[in-house]
């Protein structure tokens, strides 16, 4: 439990790993891993992670944000940094396995994971990375590169990376491992994306204990990789939960790193709170942070000394700089506790805080902390959802403006349960209320709005209507059962929409408080027909997934592909990409009128080709887990129409003939596509953790 006098000072205290935990994290992330054969045949394997699209040197409008992020010389340009906190125990896989089965979904993620040791509190974790399919070679080097492109893609200049172990001369360990393999991810994918190491000296870590030599020794390696942040030719060095080390054994970590190591470096602590330290910590530091809170309540826009606005004139006016924290939420089970972050309002708090107090750096608290619910990073809970705010907000902290909207965008937040309901899993330990904002039960609509007009919410069948204003505007209801949904209505169109991919239930089957997202500009529509048309030819519209999905390969002619994230198809090794879909009857008194194919090719730089595919109707008499290269349908039937995806991770959406579908409409149907060519598309299956990335078929009648 936080101790009452942190809760009142609006410190959360750090939930981080205890030595147990931490002992099993090294031991998992150790394990062999088999790559299996099937994967070197093929002629491009099955990618990594999903990413947005890196910011360029040139800027391009980016159809996933409301704005136009400027160019990333622009945002670098900056004197303000924004570092995100990556913790070393929990990169995008820990055994290289498909997300349907890897260790976080067997163990973290499973409340009788690991023999059962989470089962009290309904296992470790609620959410997850986004997942992807076994990778050859050096896997996690790709995954952290993967990261790095997804916080460059979003504006933000590096990490802040939490070190858990630091090793002996001679000796290494799985985390230590992981802190050189970013520090190499980061000079290898971007030079401009920077590093500062945050060695954890906190009350449940190894580093509480170690001694100022080995702390050096460690840093100073660090400190040599180009990656390394630096000011004045000196590393920063940012340990967490400083206090725990008095100055004086700090200033001998740096005056060792700087005489015995050649490696120089200024300090930059986190405190769990400044005011206590900032006297004494004062004359050997370069900066200073907290951890923040994460609450509206105490994240407050008061100008008072002891408000947080308030707080970061005081460490200003002792010569240091500031590092503001940036938070979502704060939901931890294993602890116990969760504090209200009504919705996005406090992400929201924290920025304006950022802006107004002149904070020189901000630090997204955290990127894949997932045991504190408080991840920014793409994740299946949230999607971008919460990177593609932040990166409104960085953009108007960094350049001092206010970045105009060029695209109508609408994100939902809310809980999958109201906060009281309990769970159906016999979870002893539920999670309690840690003081600040009262808990509620809300559904949020965060509109980024070209103009004014109004936003629809419909929540278990209820739909409330809210007037929003031009720019950034918000629409709070009550949270129910049910589905939820909401769209951007002007003039009579629908300008965005978009259906939340989680329902709410009062029966939950374990206890889970932390906040989902989804963007209309990821997960669903913008720019819908006139209101004059709609209102002509009244239309319905019906979205499927496919049932099943897998491809054959003749790479690889015994292959079975059907649990894999990503399809392919090519002509030349021949590969061709099979996903059955249910179609349903014709509404009473109308007909099909349109269909389309919407896919999203993988983040791999060849998945996009240069070839259009064949998109053409199938035998049905394959499964996905059988489906191979000698069994796989004849594709005979009707040609429905071409799919043309030139470009690596972008959505693509194609017409197929309304007339060759009508006469198949309630039956079950395979849609293949075929490949000419010898560059093959790669593009998402239905087993992609996140429904924004698998395949659609649209089909409206009218």
């Known amino acids: 439990m936080i101790p009452h006098a942190l809760l009142r000072q609006g410190q959360p205290r750090p939930a981080r790993p205890t030595r147990r935990l931490l002992k099993r994290l090294a031991s998992v992330l150790a394990l062999p891993v088999a790559v299996p054969v099937a994967a070197a045949t093929l002629v491009a394997p099955a990618s990594a992670v999903a ?37 070393v125990s929990l990169p995008v896989s820990l055994d290289n396995q498909a997300p349907a089965n890897d260790y976080y979904q067997r163990n973290y993620l499973n409340p009788m994971g ?33 990261e790095v492109r997804q916080a460059i893609s979003e504006g933000i200049d590096g990490f802040t990376m939490v070190v858990y ?87 001998s970590v740096m005056t060792t790193m700087a005489n015995t190591h050649k490696a120089p470096a200024v300090l930059f602590p986190l405190f769990q709170d400044e005011r206590k330290w900032r006297a004494a910590f004062a004359p050997i530091t370069y900066g200073m942070m907290n951890w923040g809170t994460r609450n509206p309540v105490w994240t407050n826009l008061s100008t008072a000394a002891g408000a947080p606005i308030g707080r970061v004139g005081a460490v200003h006016a002792s010569g240091d700089k500031w590092m503001a924290p940036i938070s979502v939420q704060d939901s931890r089970p294993r602890s116990g506790i969760y504090w209200e972050s009504e919705n996005t309002q406090n992400l929201r708090n924290s920025w304006e805080i950022a802006r107004k107090s002149g904070a020189d750096m901000a630090q997204l608290a955290t990127w894949n902390d997932l045991p504190e619910g408080s991840g920014m990073q793409p994740s ?29 965008a609408v994100y939902l937040t809310h809980r ?42 419909t929540v278990g069948g209820t739909t409330t209507s809210c007037a929003v204003d031009a720019g950034v505007d918000t629409c709070t209801v009550p949270l129910r059962t049910g589905t939820v949904s909401a769209k951007l209505v002007r003039g009579g169109a629908t300008v965005a929409s978009l259906k939340s991919p989680f ?107 240069a ?59 395979t849609v293949a596509v075929t490949g000419a060519g010898a560059d093959g598309v790669w593009f998402w299956s239905r087993n992609h953790a996140a429904a924004g990335y698998r395949p659609h078929l649209e089909l409206t009648f009218g």
């Open 51 to 87: 990413t947005a699209p890196a910011a360029a040197a040139a800027a391009s409008p980016s159809p996933f944000l409301p704005f136009d992020l400027p160019a990333k010389a622009t945002l670098r340009a900056s004197s303000r940094k924004v570092f995100a906190n990556w913790v």
């Open 114 to 146: 690991e023999k059962g040791v989470h089962a009290a509190y309904g296992g470790m974790l609620r959410d997850r990375p986004l997942g992807r399919a076994p990778l050859p070679g050096n896997w996690r080097l790709a995954d952290m590169k993967t």
């Open 165 to 251: 172990t630091l090793p002996p001369a001679g000796k290494s360990d799985r985390l230590w491992d992981n802190a050189k393999l970013m520090m190499q991810a980061a000079a290898e994918v971007d030079p401009g994306f920077k590093i500062i190491p945050m060695p954890d000296t906190s009350g449940g870590s190894k580093l509480k204990l170690i001694d100022a030599g080995t702390m050096a020794m460690r840093m100073a390696e660090l400190s040599k990789y180009s990656s390394a942040y630096k000011v004045g030719g000196k590393m920063v060095l940012a340990p967490f939960t400083a206090e725990n080390k008095a100055p004086s054994w700090w200033s």
């Open 380 to 408: 299946v809970k949230h999607g971008y959802s919460f990177l593609d705010i932040n990166a409104y907000y960085l953009t108007w902290y960094k350049t001092g403006v206010q970045p105009a909207i060029k695209r109508d």
């Open 416 to 457: 999958k349960q109201p906060v009281a309901v309990k769970p159906t899993f016999k979870q002893t330990k539920l999670m309690t209320h840690g003081g600040g904002s009262p808990a509620r039960n809300t559904v949020e609509a965060l509109t980024f709005s070209r103009a004014a007009g109004t936003v629809q919410i």
């Open 503 to 609: 329902s709410v239930t009062n029966t939950p089957y374990v206890q889970d408080l932390e906040y989902v997202g989804s963007s209309s500009l990821r997960q669903g529509t913008t720019a819908s027909a006139p209101a004059s048309e709609s209102r002509a030819t009244p239309t319905t519209s019906t979205t499927l997934t496919p049932t099943a999905d897998s491809y054959a390969n003749a790479g690889a002619p015994a292959a079975k592909l059907g649990s894999g994230s990503s399809l392919a198809a090519q002509g030349s090794p021949a590969a061709t990409s099979y996903l059955k879909f249910t179609l349903p009857k014709a509404p009473a008194g109308k007909t099909l009128r349109s269909a389309t194919l919407r896919v999203r090719t993988t983040n791999l730089a060849s998945a996009g080709s």
């Open 611 to 669: 070839t259009a595919k064949t998109v053409k109707l199938a035998g049905n008499g394959w499964t996905e887990a059988g489906l191979t290269w000698p069994n796989r349908p004849a594709v005979t039937g009707a040609t429905l129409g071409s799919l043309s995806a030139p470009k690596a991770n972008t959505v693509y959406t194609t017409t197929l003939s309304a007339a060759a579908l009508r006469s198949v409409l309630g039956t079950q149907v």
